[in-house]
């Protein structure tokens, strides 16, 4: 039976930004017993010694007050640090480009976060992506969110069956300036503030600048694939696959591109043109694989794959391998796939799962040198 | 849902005579205590009453008390104001690692100013102790400063002893009584006390108010600068319709002191069997002996503060962790962490309750009931 929505507690997980302040104001407004809760995952200062987190603090306990709700804070520093920041530094230090979104998505918001909304009596869990949970059907479902733009499901591949029933995303069937009229009709605090952008923990900061305090950097050459120097690297994990910006080779002809990288030998693989060959490949093979329907799925079937956030959907066909494993061949090849990534399957709106991109091939042969 | 109270040592709400004198003052005395007309006059004699009773309930003399904005200010001017006028004599400080932040946030400042502090450690219960002081007072020491009872955990440090000890020596002590009084009845001349701190929300008065007791002949170097209240150790008209309140709750806390002592005693006892009877599993952080009668700190192994708290207000009860909070968050209480070691458990599990003058049986019944029964859903029993 269906509790009515006065008769079910929700937690809305609030960053302080307008998507998560409208989510609130919408269950609110649809009769649900709605309680606002701040997680507090980095211990963050900024340059005028003002920490962010309160500040984002402070705009939760504005907007809650103005809808009217209570609102309660939470410390995941500790889980956050031993879950995703320390897989972050694991990755890059692994040559990879890690999406700590994912991770922190997967361990901490809806883990230990949603255990933690049910220790206070929750039926469900809300934030504001955007993304939809369809509950009516046996299994639960997960679409994209109706803005294409700023579908999250990339980042939620990670969720499975026993999380999503317990979740709602109130604004996931709505756009973005929808979600900023509603703030302001309703005259929210965080109405016109700055979305966040970059990874949360870095935020506005120079990436180089934070990688350097944790890991220490071995600058090295930079050279063609056969050999060619063409500079030097300030360490091969500041570089990711596909990276034009940073390079610093002048000269004529078309732009330079990372297209590799040799840890072993701590060299940086350069080569001219967005559209080089040595950009593409033809299939990969990804780990840590996690479906959101318990189905059992056939040993190969046909879907469309995103590899990188906002990426456009890639006809793919995928073979399901031993040990959370699968092998993606895709349809037409693919520019810049990068090891650490996640690799999302969909179904038309749906989204199907996704797993961690570890080995690149072309036409069977594995690509080395992206990983 | 009727809600229940139970952090008065946040603050407490104000007592209705209390509210009437300062309604009554606001609505027929306005005039500044400086002023040499008769409407200027009126206030003064409300000031000086209040003062009366201030000096009295600690037995100060009516001069040495300073009307300051609250427990904060009062630390801070003791702390600071004594530092600077006795830095030709030395500069070196003695307080406590359980400090409230007033003071602790306070020395640290001295530290940067280039003063020396010794943060003196404490047993299990909270308590430091005197072998401690004595081998860490220095001929440069100038101030030391040691709470009254722990706003966290209750525990009463040995302040006669301090003072005792320090009769002798140059160094001026200041005790920050912001939780201990109108609990604990204090004389100043008696436990050699030369600077004291009271806040007067804590005593059921109002907020933005509060007096730091200075011993006669003691020189202080004031912070605020103006006009010649205070005896020029604290510059700013006067707030007049506070300090009424708070001398009417000065006056009905010294009363009453007894009596809420052995209500409070009573409650603590009441909450702890009921939390037996109902088989959870808890231990006291400090003790119940020398403590403060209205506070009662709990650490309940299996659980975390975060979930208790939150649950215990969905289920309309004001507990505290008692520690500060970053961007809402609770961090780690520095008191359990001087009495435990930053490692243990207790730093995620414990709670303060603090009972005052509206609650009842029936409330601690209620909200031991009702504590009982989250501890066993957050520990799954």
């Keep these: 039976m269906k509790k009515a929505p006065k008769d079910t507690r929700v937690v809305v997980g609030m960053s302080g930004g307008v998507d998560s302040s409208v989510a609130a104001l919408l269950l609110k407004e649809q009769g649900y017993e709605v309680i606002g809760i701040f997680m507090k995952n980095w211990d963050d200062t900024d340059e005028s010694g003002v920490c962010t987190a309160t500040e984002d603090y402070n705009d939760v306990i504005r907007v809650c007050n103005q809808i009217g709700i209570p609102y309660y804070a939470v410390n995941f520093e500790k889980q956050y640090w031993e879950k995703v920041f320390t897989y972050f530094l694991d990755e890059y230090k692994a040559g990879r480009t890690p999406n700590p979104d994912v991770m922190c998505n997967k361990e901490i918001k809806f883990k230990a976060f949603l255990e933690h909304a049910m220790s206070l009596g929750a039926d469900y869990l809300a934030t504001g992506h955007y993304a939809r949970v369809d509950h009516s059907g046996e299994e639960v479902k997960m679409l994209r969110g109706l803005d294409e733009n700023k579908d999250q499901t990339y980042f939620l591949n990670q969720l499975q069956q026993s999380q999503l029933e317990k979740v709602l995303f109130p604004i996931g069937d709505i756009d973005k300036k929808r979600v900023r009229e509603i703030a302001a009709e309703a005259g929210l605090a965080t109405a016109t503030k700055k979305d966040s952008t970059g990874i949360c923990f870095i935020g506005e900061r120079n990436f180089k600048e934070f990688l350097s305090g944790y890991l220490p950097a071995q600058p090295g050459l930079m050279t063609t694939m056969d050999g060619e120097v063409k500079g030097h690297h300030d360490g091969l994990m500041y570089y990711t696959i596909g990276q034009r910006h940073g390079l610093g080779i002048g000269g004529s002809g078309e732009p330079w591109f990372v297209v590799g990288k040799d840890l072993e030998k701590n060299v940086l693989y350069v080569e001219q043109g967005f559209h080089n060959d040595l950009l593409y490949s033809t299939s990969l093979i990804a780990d840590q694989v996690s479906w959101i329907s318990n189905q059992p799925k056939p040993q190969s079937f046909e879907c469309t794959a995103k590899f990188r956030y906002r990426q456009q959907d890639n006809k793919v066909t995928v073979h399901l391998l031993e040990g959370g494993k699968v092998k993606v061949d895709f349809h037409e090849p693919v520019r810049a796939i990068t090891p650490g990534q996640a690799a999302v399957f969909y179904n038309g709106e749906e989204c199907l799962g996704g797993a961690t991109i570890d080995q690149v091939f072309k036409d069977g042969t594995r690509l080395t040198y992206v990983g | ?381």
């Design chain 2, 1 to 381: 849902m009727e809600r229940i109270y139970l952090d008065h040592a946040a603050t407490t709400p104000m007592h209705p005579e209390v509210i009437e004198t300062v309604m009554k003052q606001m609505s027929d005395t306005f005039g500044n205590p400086s002023s040499i007309h008769s409407f200027g006059r009126a206030s003064r004699q409300i000031v000086d009453a209040a003062r009366t009773s201030a000096a009295a309930s600690i037995g100060a003399d009516f001069n040495e008390i300073i009307f300051t904005s609250g427990g904060t200010e009062a630390d801070n001017l003791a702390i600071v104001g004594t530092a600077r006028a006795m830095k030709h004599r030395g500069r070196h400080v003695i307080t406590s690692a359980v400090e409230h932040h007033a003071v602790l946030h306070t020395c640290e400042y001295l530290e940067k100013e280039g003063y020396d502090v010794t943060y003196l450690p404490v047993d299990e219960e909270g308590r430091i102790r005197l072998s401690d002081l004595a081998s860490a007072l220095r001929e440069d020491t100038i101030l030391v400063s040691i709470m009254y009872g722990n706003n966290e955990i209750g525990t009463i440090q040995p302040i006669a002893e301090i003072g005792e000890l320090l009769k002798e020596h140059q160094a001026v002590f200041h005790t920050d009584a912001v939780q201990a009084y109108g609990m604990v009845s204090i004389d100043v001349k008696t436990e050699h006390i030369d600077l004291l701190s009271v806040s007067s929300h804590k005593i059921n008065g109002p907020k933005g108010m509060g007096f730091l007791y200075a011993k006669e002949g003691l020189t202080l170097t004031p912070a605020l600068l103006g006009g010649e209240q205070e005896r020029k150790r604290r510059a700013g008209t006067e707030n007049v319709p506070a300090i009424a309140g708070f001398g009417k709750a000065i006056e009905l806390s010294m009363v009453s002191m007894e009596e809420k002592r052995e209500r409070y005693l009573a409650f603590k006892e009441q909450l702890t069997r009921l939390l037996k009877e109902k088989q959870v599993e808890f231990s006291v952080n400090g003790s119940f002996e020398r403590s403060l009668p209205h506070v009662i700190n709990l650490s309940f192994p299996g659980t975390d503060v975060e979930s208790l708290l939150v649950n215990l207000d969905l289920a309309g009860i004001a507990a505290s962790s008692g520690s500060a909070c970053t961007a809402g968050s609770i961090e780690p209480s520095h008191v359990l962490v001087a009495m435990f070691g930053k490692d243990s458990e207790r730093l995620r599990n414990s709670i303060r309750f603090s009972f005052g003058i509206t609650n009842t049986k029936e409330q601690i019944d209620e909200a031991g009931e009702a504590l009982a029964n989250i501890i066993a859903r957050l520990t799954n029993k």
